[in-house]
């Protein structure tokens, strides 16, 4: 299982990216797709996540910012970032917990990152 994400860049404060993270494999099922970063010097933090069956988290700092959205036959999550701030910049990484490949269960598979960042 591979998780392939995309969409970072550099853009000014206020503006919008649209990270986009791809599972590869012949999966039958993801549990959890979501969000982490890890910004300089800090701990990887988890941004938001969406399970299968629809229970959503969003850390409070980009809460009303960002929006995490699946698609479940193109094992694809996304994440809108809209009103990006500097302290946003950071590595994203892309996260899948609970994927099951034929008879193989994966309990947690990373990303590579993506890095955003916002300049003011």
């Known amino acids: 299982v591979q998780l392939q994400a995309s969409g970072g860049g550099l853009v000014q404060a206020g503006e919008s990216l649209r990270l986009s993270c791809i599972a590869s494999g012949l999966i039958s099922s993801i549990r959890v797709m979501g969000w982490y970063r890890e910004a300089p010097g800090k701990r990887r933090e988890l941004v938001a996540s969406?399970?299968?069956?629809?229970?959503?988290y969003y850390a409070d700092s980009i809460k009303d910012r960002f929006t995490i959205s699946r698609d479940n036959a193109r094992k694809t999550v996304y994440l809108q970032m809209n009103s990006l701030k500097p302290e946003d910049t950071a590595v994203y990484y892309c996260?899948?917990?609970?994927?099951?490949?034929?008879?193989?269960?994966?309990?947690?598979?990373w990303g590579q990152g993506t890095q955003v960042t916002v300049s003011s």
């Open positions: 996260n899948a917990e609970g994927v099951v490949r034929g008879s193989t269960y994966f309990p947690n598979t």
């Open positions: 969406l399970s299968n069956d629809g229970r959503l």
